[in-house]
Antibody, heavy 124, light 111 residues
Framework: QVQLQESGPGLVKPSQTLSLTCTVS??????????WSWIRQHPGKGLEWIGY???????YYNPSLKSRVTISVDTSKNQFSLKLSSVTAADTAVYYC????????????????WGQGTMVTVSS | QSVLTQPPSASGTPGQRVTISCSGS????????VYWYQQLPGTAPKLLIY???QRPSGVPDRFSGSKSGTSASLAISGLRSEDEADYYC????????????FGGGTKLTVL
């Protein structure tokens, strides 16, 4: 079955760019039918959608983060990535990658498969 | 402050029925599907209910979802100790350019 695994630095300095990669196994991003997503959870807090990408490269971002976020996809490696620029301590969180079904309606269907999450701390 | 409003906590004894509410607006719950996620301590969220009231395979029928207007509810019947977790509702929000919004989460304690 499809599995997702996040990877990347656990510590990022303020003002730098946070970079994470999600590797998909057990299925191909190129098959279509799904949005590949990033969601974060601040310590002890709720969930915040960051954005997602379709295999074609179409992206959709949270308006509150849009100016700092770039999500890209590498179908040859079956990976997708997150870059968040100009980070501050407020970006300290557990970052999850997840799969969401593409539907004809607005948005997407459920986030049905999640990675285990990776903790990223922003600190000098 | 989350866009969707959930009670911060709920509790029940084994075997009881518990409901968790989720309140939104016309731009999210009022016009789009509602989803529910269960997050056990130290783990990633898991899809519990999709499209208002559908259960993924493997989710017990003790869990059920409903939606009416701009509110939704998750009901758990026959409460078990392993149901102790955080529960989040979610919906697509049509405002601005569109955005997924979540509730703040409800911590369910099985007494």
């Amino acid at each position: 079955q499809v599995q997702l695994q996040e990877s990347g630095p656990g510590l990022v300095k303020p003002s730098q760019t946070l970079s994470l990669t999600c590797t998909v196994s057990g299925g191909s991003i190129s098959s279509g039918g799904y949005y590949w997503s990033w969601i974060r959870q601040h310590p002890g807090k709720g969930l915040e959608w960051i954005g997602y990408i379709y295999y074609s490269g179409s992206t959709y971002y949270n308006p509150s983060l849009k100016s700092r976020v770039t999500i890209s996809v590498d179908t040859s490696k079956n990976q997708f990535s997150l870059k968040l620029s100009s980070v501050t301590a407020a970006d300290t969180a557990v970052y999850y990658c997840a799969r969401a079904g593409a539907i004809a309606a607005a948005g997407s269907d459920a986030f049905d498969i999640w990675g285990q999450g990776t903790m990223v701390t922003v600190s000098s | 402050q989350s866009v969707l409003t959930q009670p911060p906590s709920a509790s029940g004894t084994p075997g009881q029925r518990v409901t968790i509410s989720c309140s939104g607006s016309s731009s999210n719950i009022g016009s789009n599907y509602v989803y529910w996620y269960q997050q056990l301590p130290g783990t990633a969220p898991k899809l519990l209910i999709y499209r208002n009231n559908q259960r993924p395979s493997g989710v017990p029928d003790r869990f059920s979802g409903s939606k009416s207007g701009t509110s939704a509810s998750l009901a758990i019947s026959g409460l078990r100790s392993e149901d102790e977790a955080d529960y989040y509702c979610a919906a697509w929000d049509d405002s601005l350019s569109g955005n997924w919004v979540f509730g703040g989460g409800t911590k369910l304690t099985v007494l």
